[in-house]
């Protein structure tokens, strides 16, 4: 899914969160990496589980072309700082379901980068839900 990018303004600091597309694969390929050497808070060590730009390319190809899926990038002044995901599940029992993450470098915590991240995927996800009923 594609969304319409959204500015922000939190803490002084200005901000979007746009869709992500194939060009910012380098870049979430070495973010990711950075990410998780800073906080212990994600689900894998620094390295582990490596996805290179390639792999970004992929993954934002499909997130692109499925409807219950979502990649946004959080970018500050033409450089992303963070990334969020949100990946829906294809079976009808489970449709209900989704795996999401939400990751900000540690320069930017606390600018509110990954809530608003956060509350576009919930927004979007429940305006999709209500679109289908």
């Known amino acids: 899914m594609i969304i319409n990018q959204r500015d922000f303004n939190v803490n002084g600091l200005s901000y979007i969160v746009r869709s992500a597309t194939k060009e910012d694969a380098k870049v979430l390929s070495a973010l990711r990496l950075q990410i998780d050497g800073e906080t212990e808070n994600m689900d894998r060590e620094s390295g ?45 029992r489970f449709a209900h379901k989704v795996e999401f993450g939400v990751c900000v470098i540690k320069e930017y915590w606390g600018y509110g980068i990954g809530k608003k991240s956060f509350e576009r995927i919930c927004f979007l996800g429940r305006l999709q839900w209500d679109q289908k009923k």
């Open 48 to 92: 582990e589980a490596f996805i290179d730009a390639s792999g970004f390319e992929h993954i934002v190809q499909t997130d692109t072309e499925k409807s219950r899926n979502l990649f946004l990038v959080a970018v500050v002044n033409h450089r992303i700082v963070g990334f969020s995901r949100c990946q829906g599940n294809e079976l009808k």
